[in-house]
C-alpha cells in the first residue's frame, strides 16, 4: 500500500505525496504583495520533490501564485489543474505547459499525469 504524507506549507498550500507521485495544492510559496501571513512558509520551490502535478482551486494571490514556483525543476513535465482561464495562462507564463482548465467534480487520474506504479491508481479530484 502507497504511503500518503501531507505537508502543509502555509495558508491553503499543501504538498500531498503517494509514494514517488507529489500533487501541490494552492501554491503560495512567497507572501504576495501587501499581504503578510501570520506564520513562516514552510516550503520552499527549490526543496520540493519532483511534482506530478500543481492544483489551484482559485485565483485569489496568496492561493495562487505560479510565480513562487520559479525554482522548480522540469516544469514542462508538471500537469497543472486550475480553475480559470486566467491561472491557466498564468502558469503557461511561468512555464508550465501542461495547464489546462479542471472540471467541476471532476476526477483526474494519476495514470492520465504521470503512470502509477503497477497496481496504482490514484485520483484527483478537483
Request: proline share 9%.
Amino acid at each position: 500500500m502507497t504511503q500518503l504524507l501531507i505537508t502543509r506549507a502555509v495558508n491553503a498550500c499543501v504538498l500531498l505525496q503517494f509514494g514517488q507521485d507529489a500533487v501541490l495544492t494552492d501554491p503560495c510559496l512567497d507572501a504576495p504583495p501587501l499581504l503578510r501571513f501570520n506564520e513562516p512558509i514552510g516550503l520552499n520551490a527549490d526543496a520540493l520533490p519532483p511534482l506530478a502535478a500543481i492544483v489551484g482551486g482559485h485565483g485569489v494571490p496568496d492561493h495562487w501564485r505560479p510565480q513562487s514556483l520559479r525554482a522548480v525543476a522540469d516544469k514542462g513535465t508538471v500537469a497543472c489543474l486550475v480553475a480559470t482561464e486566467r491561472m491557466r495562462q498564468g502558469a503557461v507564463r511561468e512555464g508550465f505547459r501542461r495547464s489546462r482548465l479542471a472540471q467541476v467534480r471532476g476526477g483526474v487520474s494519476m495514470a492520465s499525469i504521470r503512470p502509477p506504479e503497477p497496481g496504482q491508481d490514484m485520483v484527483v479530484c478537483v
